[in-house]
Every structure is written in C-alpha cells, then in structure tokens.
C-alpha cells in the first residue's frame, strides 16, 4: 500500500461515519417523534424512505471500497479457504433460514404504508427466534462471520472494520429502544444472552425463551427468575 492510497482510505472511513450516523439519528425514537408530531400523514412512509435511503447512501460508499482496492493484505487458501468458505455459507444459510420468523413488511416499511400506521414505535410484538436464544442480534452476527471470512485488502478492511464497530455501537443504541418497547422482560433477556457473539453457558432453552415471550405477552413487569 503506497502513500498515496491513504487519502482515499481516509474519505472511505469518513463515508461509513457518516452513514452511521446518519442512519442512526433517523433511526432514534426523537427523530421518529418529531417527525410524528409535524407531519403525521408522512410517518406510514417512513420506515419505507428509511430503507430506500439506507440502501442509496450504501452505493457510493461501496464504490469507493471497491475503487481504492489495492493489493491484498491476506488471501484465505487451502484448509483457510474451506473453512472461512464453508463459515461463510453458513452465515448465509442461517440468514435465509431466519427470514421467517421476521415480519418481512414491517421491517421493509410496506406493512406501515399499506395499513398507514401513524405509531412511532415498531409494531412486532417481542418474540425469539431459534437463533435468538444464543445472539441478541443474530442478523449482525451473521454479518461479521460473512465480511471477516473474506479475503482482506486496505479497502475492504477498512470497511469491514467500520462496520464491527457499527454493529457494536449500533446493537446498543437498538437496545436502549428495545428496553423501551418491551421494559423489563427485555432486560431479562439481555442479561442471559449475548449480544453479538454466541457464548458457551450464555443462551436460552427453548422452554426458557418461550417463557419470556408469554411473560411480554401479558405484559408482567416482574417475572420469575428464570430456570
């Protein structure tokens, strides 16, 4: 990597900065309220605009990754290529496996447009997955297993780091929403399963998770503790 590759590196981290918090302040209670209290008639299309500009601000950003690609920093071959390779599958099996037990037009914003829901907090009720009783957020795990399996250029680095570090900080401001929707039984949750990172020792039985589900469900703010 020459000198002159540098500055190119340096805007590549500023873009991803600059996406986050974009995508972090629109995404807060404060701004959804806001935008709640001024224009009403415009909050079933929000979720919906936020997805679209999401995905429109992603596109510079990746072009320039892929502009400033230099020569590698690793290669993953022989037994490190199948198994990064076969780790990345995985992520991408479970990705599509999980699918499922996600409301997909809430999460894309097409369930808020069409019933032209006004409300500022999602409308799932608090429910866990399979995956959900070893990883809090299991969408980001499988994101860092498929981007640190890649092989490595300055680039690609640089983005792949800047994206852990939004997972991590990201993860934490989804939660402090998360304590707000579902108060106590979140917390519960929180404190037995990890966030990113499955955990030997820290997870949920299937009988355990559905205890909390139905705790949410009736609304308990105190709960036995769990088994």
Not at 20 to 45: D, N
Request: aromatic residues 16%; proline residues 6%; hydrophobic residues 50%.
């Amino acid at each position: 990597m020459s000198g002159s590759d540098w500055p190119g590196l340096l805007v590549l981290a500023f873009l991803w900065l600059g996406y986050f918090v974009l995508h972090s302040v629109l995404a807060s209670l404060a701004v959804k309220r806001w935008v709640a209290s001024r224009y009403p008639e415009r909050m079933p299309l929000y979720r919906l605009g936020f997805n679209c500009l999401a995905l429109l601000t992603l596109l510079p950003i990746l072009w320039v990754t892929f502009r400033y690609r230099g020569p590698p920093l690793w290669v993953w071959r022989g037994f490190g290529a199948w198994l990064s390779n076969g780790l990345a599958l995985v992520a991408v099996f479970a990705f599509i496996k999980s699918l499922k037990y996600y409301d997909s037009a809430e999460f894309l914003g097409l369930g808020q447009w069409r019933s032209g829901t006004r409300r500022v907090e999602d409308q799932e009720s608090f429910h866990l997955s399979p995956f959900h009783r070893y990883v809090r957020h299991p969408w980001y795990f499988f994101c860092l297993v498929l981007i640190w399996t890649r092989d490595m250029d300055a680039a690609t680095l640089v983005s792949a780091s800047m994206m852990t570090l939004y997972f991590i900080a990201g993860s934490r401001l989804e939660e402090r929403k998360l304590v707000c929707y579902h108060g106590d039984v979140y917390r519960r949750y929180m404190a037995r399963v990890p966030g990113l990172i499955p955990w030997p020792g820290k997870s949920l039985s299937a009988e355990q998770a559905t205890d909390l589900v139905k705790a949410a469900a009736a609304g308990r703010v105190a709960e036995p503790p769990l088994r």
